[in-house]
Each structure stands twice: as structure tokens, then as C-alpha cells.
């Protein structure tokens, strides 16, 4: 076991070794070298696993230390918890969503939208009323906090339970093709206390967790280039960063991650997790979620998840590489990409970051990465809006979802389930349902040819 000491120390050891080439990355076969960029969506950081693994592989050339680092957070990623003292990985609950981060983000991949009457298992609530918290956070609704937990421990009452169902709305293209969209309609069932009135709502599907590092590893300065939060250049695309507090460093940080953007780091970002979604006390969040709850076990816990354990986590997730790109090379592809930046979803779905210097970790360092995100909010309109503001977003923003490696969701997760609530069942659906800023791309596309529709998914599935 990697002890915490040499974790924390993990960085200061980089600064002495000499950075490792990439080697599993092999040169797809008939490929120009001026075209090899499109191939390597995660600059040396890309894999070629194309099968249910895909999104699990870890970054290429770590040295042995790394590597054991990057396993210890992989099996802890994937540890199930309990709530019997005896027992290894205890802790579990009073409350909670799930007992471990692989069950929600199955195979480090995206969540699946549940059916009506199903039990939510990757996707879960969060909730809060009007107002602020201290730092500019989603006021929690007194009694159930920030986040609904639909579990508890045996003996312990859940929060409440939550009902689903779909509503179904049929549409035409121009040229006549039909589609169809469905509605979530979300309703929480037996609170466990009386909810007060005025309650916000937000479905979150858990997403991919690969290639965060890299996008963790991107100059701020450079996110803030794209932001045009007052569209001065009028083209209807006004990208605004988001701002979420470092509870680490006690101070206001660019948020990069989650659905919102509001977490800063992947560190947070993944205790926030274990403490929200399985009840995990640890180093960030040091206090049970159900604090002030009648299920409140007041039991004052040393952290349950161990410092190393959490570090260890939040390096696997850092270094998890990025799928590659498939049949990059084929004509209706390539036709696909341009249409998809001629009607205007490159905007936001910006193609291209490269990653800032960094002597510590070199691994991530100046990479050339296609993740197809601008890591910036954006109106999505009325339809997608779930009313609840999160620091700097309003209720109808929502950061652009990176799209790199979208294209194996059905080979690694067996589904097509897009968007923050898993409502779109297919790529098309997903597009559909842009408003907002994403209003004139998604009639240009609608307004396309039955082929050209399809080269734009073929492109799509490709990333």
C-alpha cells in the first residue's frame, strides 16, 4: 500500500525523472502524417482500445511508481462499501446514493437514464432552494442538504424516493423525417420529513471520468480566451466560465468539472462524490452529508475514506487515457466534420486545447488534445433548463460536454443516453434538444439532407 506521505510527495519525485514516451499507441495503418492529429484525441495520452475497456486504460509511459499509484486508485475506484465495521471498506452511509464509484460510472463511463419505475442508480438529484451558501453554492434545503439521498444503511430511513416517468412529443426534419423527444418528469416520493415549498430540482447522469487530467491540465488563461460572456462579436454564442470554491485552498477557482462546471479540481470533485454518493467522510469533507438529519449517526469518525486512498483515486481518474478516433479517414467523416463546424456546434464544442507546461507531469504536458469542449456555460434554452442555479450558472446554462470518446458509449455502457438527465436516446435526440445558443445549430442541422444528417453522426461516432 502507497502510503500517504509518498503520495503527497509524487509530485516533487516527477521533477526528477525524464519523461517516458508513449509506446501502446500504435500508428493507425495508412494514415498521413499531417493527418495523425485527427487519430490522437488525447495527444500521447490517447489508446486504441476500441472494446468494453476502452474508456479504462491508463495514460502511457508512467513509471513503475506511477503505474502502482494509478492501480491502487483503480481498485479503490471500484471498492464496494458497507456499512459493518468489521468488515474492509466500511463506512457506508447513513445515507446514501450508491456503494461505490464503479457502479455509477460503470467501466469509467456514462451513466444510463433509468426506465419509469426503476430504481435510480447512476443518476441522482440534486436539490436546493433560493439563496446562496457561504461561498456562493447552491443553498441546501434544510433537512436533506444539496443532494437527495434515495438509501440508507439498514435501520436508517432514506431521505425519499424518487419516481420517474417520460413524457414522448413527436417532431418532423425539414425534409419530413420523423423523430421523437421524450421528457423526464422527476417526482421525489416519501420525504422522509416534509420538504418546504420553492425546492429546485436537478437530474445529473454520472459522466465519463477519462481524460479529465488532460482537461484539468489546460491553462486557465486559455479557457478564459473562448469566454465572450457579453457576445460582443454577435454571432449568439456568449461561453461564460464558471466559478467554484477550493475548499482545499479556501479560494475561488475556475470550475472545469461536472455538469455545471462547478468543481475546480478532480480531487474535490471526487470527495465530493464519496461524501454525497455513498456517505464517505474524508480529508475535503470532513462531516457526514446527513449532519442536523434525524439520521445522523453522531458518531464523530475519524475520516473513513484514508488520505492515501483519496489521492490515490483522484490520480487514477487524472490518468485515465482518452479513446482514439475511429474511421477518421473515411470520406462520409470527413463530410461529417465540416458540416459539424459549417453549422456552428464547433463554437461551443470548441475542436482543440493543448495543455499547459508542466515539468512535474510531464506525461500531461504540452499535448495537442481534441476533446471537443470549450469547458464554458452556455443557455441551452427552456427546454434543457432544470432552474437551478450552481455559483455563476444560471438555471438554463450548462458547461459543454466534452465529446471525445462519445462514439463507444453503446460499446462500453450498452446505451445511448445523452444529455445532463439521460433524456436523449441517441446522438440526434441530443442535438434535438439544443436551445438556446445551441438554437441556430440545431436548426441547421434539422435543415440538412436524410445524408448529411447521417454523415454528421458518423462523424460524431467516430470521436
Not at 75 to 80: E, R, S, V
Not at 142 to 156: A, D, H, K, S, T
Not at 223 to 237: M, P, Q, R, V, Y
Amino acid at each position: 500500500m502507497i502510503s500517504s506521505k509518498q503520495l503527497i510527495n509524487i509530485t516533487s519525485f516527477a521533477l526528477a525523472i525524464a519523461f517516458v514516451g508513449f509506446q501502446s499507441c500504435r500508428k493507425p495503418k495508412d494514415v498521413k502524417e499531417e493527418d495523425m492529429n485527427e487519430w490522437y484525441s488525447g495527444g500521447k495520452q490517447t489508446t486504441f482500445a476500441s472494446g468494453t475497456s476502452a474508456f479504462s486504460q491508463p495514460f502511457n509511459g508512467l513509471t513503475q511508481v506511477k503505474e502502482s499509484l494509478h492501480d491502487e486508485g483503480d481498485k479503490a475506484f471500484g471498492a464496494t462499501f458497507n456499512s459493518d465495521n468489521t468488515q474492509l471498506n466500511h463506512g457506508l452511509g447513513p445515507i446514501f446514493n450508491n456503494q461505490s464509484c464503479g457502479f455509477c460510472h460503470v467501466a469509467d463511463g456514462r451513466g444510463k437514464a433509468p426506465m419509469s419505475g426503476e430504481l435510480l442508480s447512476s443518476l441522482l438529484l440534486r436539490i436546493s432552494i433560493p439563496g446562496q451558501g457561504p461561498h456562493g453554492e447552491p443553498n441546501g434545503v434544510p433537512g436533506f442538504g444539496g443532494q437527495l439521498q434515495q438509501r440508507g444503511i439498514f435501520g436508517v430511513l432514506a431521505e425519499a424516493g424518487v419516481d420517474v416517468s417520460y413524457t414522448e412529443s413527436m417532431y418532423q426534419f425539414s425534409g419530413g423525417e420523423p423523430y421523437s423527444l421524450r421528457k423526464p418528469v422527476f417526482t421525489i416520493i416519501n420525504p422522509y420529513m416534509a420538504m418546504p415549498a420553492g425546492v429546485m430540482v436537478s437530474a445529473r447522469m454520472a459522466t465519463p471520468v477519462f481524460g479529465l487530467g488532460l482537461l484539468e491540465a489546460i491553462d486557465e488563461s486559455a479557457i478564459l480566451t473562448k469566454a465572450d460572456e457579453n457576445d460582443s462579436d454577435g454571432d449568439g454564442i456568449s461561453g461564460k466560465p464558471n466559478y467554484g470554491y477550493d475548499i482545499m485552498s479556501k479560494t475561488v477557482k475556475l470550475g472545469r468539472f461536472g455538469w455545471k462546471a462547478a468543481q475546480p479540481t478532480i480531487m474535490q470533485q471526487s470527495a465530493a462524490a464519496y461524501v454525497e454518493d455513498i456517505g464517505i467522510t474524508n480529508l475535503i469533507f470532513q462531516t457526514e452529508s446527513c449532519l442536523g438529519q434525524s439520521q445522523y449517526d453522531n458518531k464523530n469518525d475519524d475520516h473513513e475514506l484514508g488520505d492515501s486512498t483519496l489521492y490515490a483515486v483522484a490520480y487514477y481518474i487524472k490518468t485515465l487515457a482518452v479513446p482514439g478516433r475511429r474511421n477518421a479517414n473515411d470520406p462520409a467523416v470527413k463530410n461529417g466534420k465540416q458540416l459539424f463546424i459549417s453549422i456552428g456546434c464547433a463554437k461551443c464544442h470548441t475542436p482543440s486545447h493543448t495543455t499547459a507546461s508542466d515539468i512535474a507531469f510531464p506525461e500531461l504536458s504540452n499535448q495537442i488534445i481534441y476533446p471537443y469542449t470549450d469547458l464554458l456555460l452556455h443557455d441551452m434554452g427552456t427546454d434543457l433548463a432544470d432552474n437551478r442555479p450552481d455559483f455563476k450558472a444560471t438555471g438554463s446554462e450548462w458547461r459543454t460536454a466534452p465529446l471525445w470518446g462519445i462514439g463507444l458509449t453503446e460499446t462500453v455502457n450498452g446505451h445511448n443516453n445523452f444529455l445532463h438527465d439521460g433524456r436523449a436516446r441517441s446522438l440526434t435526440e441530443a442535438i434535438m434538444w439544443h436551445g438556446g445558443e445551441g438554437t441556430a445549430s440545431k436548426n441547421n442541422f434539422g435543415n440538412l439532407s436524410n445524408e448529411n444528417r447521417a454523415a454528421v453522426i458518423k462523424f460524431l461516432s467516430s470521436l
